[in-house]
C-alpha cells in the first residue's frame, strides 16, 4: 500500500498536470503512423489477451501503418511485415508468467516499463496504444513527449484484484481504481472488449471518446472439423458413444470450474451416458481439478486434455454434443466464446453479462450461475437435443454478422479515425 501511494504521488506529478488530454490528431485518417502497442504479457501465447493483440497487428499493419510492439521477453516468435517487436530484458529465474495478478508479472511490469520509456525517448511515435495495465507506466511518458494515448481495457485491472482473491485491502483496491480513472481522463482514447465496459468508461467519463471493439473467433477455429480426427480423439479418449459436454480454455478460478465440476456431478448422476471433457489448463490447474473431481466421485467422467494446439480446436469442439462455459467472473466475454460461436455446437453457458453482452435466448441456454441452474441447461440438452440444434446454427450466424475477422478489423480502423 506504501508503494501504491508512493506510486500514485510521483505519477500525479509527472503527468496529471490540469485536465486536458492530448487529443488524436484530425489527420489521422489519410497518414501512415507509427504506433507503439504495449503489452504487458507473454507474445505470441495462446491465451486471452496475446490472441487479441495478434488480430490487431496484422489489421493495423495491413493497413499501411508501422507496429512497434514492446512485451515481454517470452514467448514464440511471430513474423509479420511492418511489425517490428522489442522484448523487455528477462528476469532471472522468470521464464514463465501465470494469468492474473503475480510478483513475477509485478518484475516483469517494471523490465517492460523502462523499455517503453527508452523507446518512447528515442523514438517518435505517433500514437501509443496502452494495453491494460501498461497503461499506467506507459502514459506518463507519452505526455511528457505529447503523444496521445489509447488505453485498451480488456478488463479492470481493480476487477482483476478483487475477484482473483489477491489483493484483499479496500484501501488498495480503491488506489488502483483512482489510477484507472485517471488515466481515462488523461487518454485520447479508450478502447473497450465489450458493452459493460463501454458503459463503465462512459459512466466515468462522459466526454472520453470509447470505441467497442469485440473478439472474433480464432483464425484456427474457422476452418471446418475433419470428422476422421474427430473420431480419433472419441477413440484416444476412450468415450465411445457417450455424450460429450466440452469446455475449452483455461482452468483459472475466474472461469467457474469449480461450478461446473459441482454441475457436472448432478449431471452424472442423472445421465450414465454423459462424459465431461476438459481441454486446457497448466498441470497444476489440472491436479487440482482432478482432485476436486475425485472428491465429487466423477473422477471416471472427467477427461482431463490438458494444453492443446489452437489448430486443434475445431476438433475438440465438433466432439461436443453440447460446449459450455460457467464463468462467473468479468465483464469481458470470454474470447473462446465466439469460436464456440462458430462452430454451431449449442452452447450452455452461465446468465451472466459476460455472456449476455454477446449472447441470448436464441443462440445458446443460459441458465443461473449456480450448479442447479448449469446442470438444468446441460440435462435439457441432453434430453432433446434436436429442440436444441437450431441455436448453434443461429449462434453462427450472430458472429458472422457482428463479430467476424473484418469486423473487427473494421471496428479497429474506424476507432484509429476518431
Not at 513474423?79 to 523487455?88: E, G, K, N, V, Y
Amino acid at each position: 500500500e506504501a508503494a501504491a501511494s508512493a506510486y500514485g504521488k510521483l505519477w500525479g506529478r509527472c503527468v496529471l498536470m490540469g485536465d486536458e488530454r492530448v487529443p488524436l490528431p484530425l489527420h489521422w485518417q489519410s497518414m501512415e503512423m507509427r504506433i507503439l502497442l504495449v503489452a504487458p504479457q507473454p507474445f505470441f501465447a495462446q491465451r486471452g489477451t496475446p490472441i487479441n493483440v495478434r488480430q490487431m497487428v496484422p489489421a493495423l499493419c495491413d493497413a499501411g501503418h508501422e507496429v512497434h510492439l514492446a512485451t515481454y521477453p517470452m514467448g514464440e516468435p511471430v513474423s509479420i511485415p511492418r511489425l517490428h517487436i522489442h522484448r523487455a530484458l528477462g528476469i532471472p529465474g522468470v521464464r514463465a508468467v501465470p494469468i492474473g495478478f503475480s510478483w513475477k508479472k509485478v518484475a516483469l511490469d517494471i523490465s517492460l516499463a523502462l523499455r517503453v520509456w527508452l523507446l518512447i525517448a528515442g523514438r517518435r511515435f505517433d500514437v501509443v496504444h496502452a494495453v491494460e495495465e501498461s497503461v499506467f507506466f506507459a502514459l506518463p511518458a507519452a505526455r511528457l513527449r505529447g503523444i496521445p494515448v489509447i488505453y485498451d481495457l480488456d478488463s479492470w485491472l481493480s476487477d482483476q484484484l478483487a475477484y482473483g482473491g489477491t489483493v484483499r485491502s479496500e484501501l488498495m483496491l480503491r488506489r488502483v481504481r483512482a489510477l484507472e480513472g485517471a488515466a481515462l481522463r488523461h487518454c485520447a482514447l479508450a478502447i473497450t472488449v465489450s458493452a459493460s465496459l463501454t458503459e463503465a468508461v462512459h459512466s466515468m467519463h462522459p466526454a472520453l471518446p470509447v470505441a467497442q471493439i469485440e473478439d472474433c473467433p480464432l483464425d484456427e477455429a474457422l476452418r471446418a472439423p475433419d470428422p476422421a480426427r474427430v473420431a480419433k480423439l472419441r477413440a484416444d479418449y476412450n468415450l465411445g458413444e457417450r455424450r460429450a459436454i466440452v469446455y475449452t480454455g483455461n482452468l483459472e478460478g475466474y472461469q467457474g470450474i469449480d461450478l461446473l465440476l459441482d454441475a457436472y456431478a448432478l449431471v452424472a448422476r442423472a445421465r450414465a451416458d454423459a462424459v465431461l471433457v476438459l481441454v486446457g489448463g497448466s498441470p497444476q490447474q489440472i491436479a487440482k481439478v482432478r482432485d476436486r473431481a475425485a472428491q465429487l466421485d466423477i473422477g471416471e467422467r472427467v477427461v482431463l486434455a490438458g494444453q492443446r494446439p489452437a489448430e486443434e480446436m475445431p476438433e475438440w469442439m465438433a466432439l461436443g454434443d453440447m460446449l459450455v462455459s460457467p464463468r462467473l467472473h468479468g465483464s469481458n466475454t470470454p474470447l473462446k466464446l465466439f469460436s464456440y460461436m462458430w462452430s454451431a455446437v449449442p452452447i450452455v453457458a452461465t446468465d451472466l453479462p459476460t455472456h449476455t453482452q454477446v449472447l441470448s435466448a436464441a443462440e445458446a441456454v443460459l441458465r443461473p450461475a449456480t450448479a442447479e441452474g448449469l446442470a438444468g441447461g446441460m440435462l435439457d440438452m441432453l434430453r432433446d437435443p434436436a429442440h436444441f440444434a437450431s441455436l448453434g446454427a443461429a449462434a453462427r450466424a450472430r458472429v458472422g454478422r457482428d463479430y467476424s475477422r473484418e469486423a473487427f478489423r473494421r471496428k479497429l480502423l474506424a476507432a484509429y479515425d476518431l
